[in-house]
């Protein structure tokens, strides 16, 4: 079992940036697959970036070239830098962990935390 908790949401103006946390227990992440979704009012949850266990990410267009995920495997933790903050990017952010591809790749991971909000003012 992986335990996954978010933190570092918050309100934030148009164009600042936030830095969110993945803090894992349970298990260690080096041989886990770790995202990030967020999900807006009124909409289905959306893949927004994952960190690949081999050490490569992978972006949704919509956040590419503002966004970055890294990992600190010693500390077990996911970061999620947000730059350039947009109002099209407030939601509740989810950290997801699996040891397969597919599975987080398709918004299907085995493991969920349980979100922090991010709202971005106009």
């Known amino acids: 079992q992986v335990q996954l908790v978010e933190s570092g949401g918050g309100l934030v103006q148009a164009g600042g940036s936030l830095r969110l946390s993945c803090a894992a227990s349970?298990?260690?992440?080096?041989?886990?697959?770790m995202g990030w979704f967020r999900q807006a009012p009124g909409k289905e949850r959306t893949f927004v970036a994952i960190s690949w266990s081999g050490g490569t990410a992978v972006y949704a267009d919509s956040v590419k070239g503002r966004f970055t995920i890294s990992r600190d495997n010693a500390k077990n933790t996911v970061y999620l830098q947000m730059n350039s903050l947009k109002a099209e990017d407030t939601a509740v952010y989810y950290c997801?962990?699996?040891?397969?591809?597919?599975?987080?790749?398709?918004?299907?991971?085995?493991?969920w935390g349980q979100g922090t909000q991010v709202t971005v003012s106009s």
């Open positions: 997801a962990a699996d040891q397969s591809s597919l599975p987080i790749a398709s918004g299907r991971a085995d493991y």
């Open positions: 349970g298990r260690t992440i080096n041989t886990f697959h």
